[in-house]
């Protein structure tokens, strides 16, 4: 595709429901990272994937949250029984991920409301 | 542990001025610098990416630095328009140990008046 692309845009959810957010990155790019952007705050690295490497799980802020990546593409990242401090953007990005060149691509987020 | 400063939290000029946004940060060890805008309500636009061996890059009316040893870096806008009004933000990649993510910056939200 032109650019990354995450889905839904927009997800509002009842306290103690799961949630899945889906990232389709760039063609080709073998890095993707999640990060989230509470009201206010600055962007809090989550997840990051690098090709068949195991990820990078050292941001993600409880064990309801987790993060998956099927034939190094399309990454899901789901929250288990939420709370209203999950309330935020989640950002998705991709990378090619070469040692020199590393310019991140950003999608154009989902925003969760937890009620 | 590496932390990303960005100064001013605001700023809002008129028109046409020249202005120079802040980027400091506390281990000089960084892989790259990377520029990003984020419009309201919508996800982060790379501007410019800067590799520890470069001093600056530009684009357009776009300027920005870096002083890795200083630990500081800067965006300068020549020439601002009323459409760059947008948060700004700065991401460091640290040296790979490990940890390949970036660190942020909290933003400078710009607002040029016309």
């Known amino acids: 595709g032109a650019g990354v692309s995450q889905s839904p845009s927009n997800k509002v959810t009842e306290k103690g429901k799961d949630v899945e957010l889906r990232c389709d990155p760039i063609?080709?790019?073998?890095?993707l990272y999640w990060y989230r952007q509470s009201l206010g705050q600055g962007l809090e690295f989550l997840i990051y994937?690098?090709?068949?490497?195991?990820?990078?799980k050292s941001g993600l802020p409880s064990d309801r949250f987790s993060a998956e990546r099927t034939g190094g593409s399309v990454s899901t990242l789901t929250i288990q029984r939420t709370q209203q401090e999950d309330s935020a953007v989640y950002l998705c990005?991709?990378?090619?991920?070469?040692?020199?060149?590393?310019?991140?691509?950003f999608g154009p987020g989902t925003r969760l409301t937890v009620l | 542990k590496q932390e990303v400063t960005q100064i001013p939290a605001a700023l809002s000029v008129p028109e046409g001025e020249n202005l120079v946004l802040n980027c400091s940060f506390t281990?000089?060890?960084?892989?790259?610098l990377q520029w990003f805008r984020q419009d309201p309500g919508k996800g982060l636009t790379s501007l410019l990416l800067?590799?520890?061996?470069?001093r600056e890059q530009t684009s357009g009316r776009l300027n920005a630095s870096l002083d890795k040893s200083s630990g500081r870096s800067t965006l300068y806008i020549a020439a601002s328009q009323p459409g760059d009004s947008a948060t700004y933000l700065c991401?460091?990649?640290?040296?790979?140990?490990?940890?390949?993510?970036?660190?942020f910056g909290t933003g400078t939200r710009l607002k040029v008046l016309a």
């Open positions: 990005a991709s990378s090619l991920d070469r040692a020199i060149i590393n310019e991140q691509f």
């Open positions: 063609s080709g790019h073998t890095a």
């Open positions: 994937f690098q090709g068949n490497s195991a990820p990078d």
């Open positions: 281990d000089s060890a960084i892989y790259n």
């Open positions: 800067i590799q520890s061996s470069q």
């Open positions: 991401a460091v990649r640290t040296l790979p140990s490990g940890t390949y993510k970036y660190i």
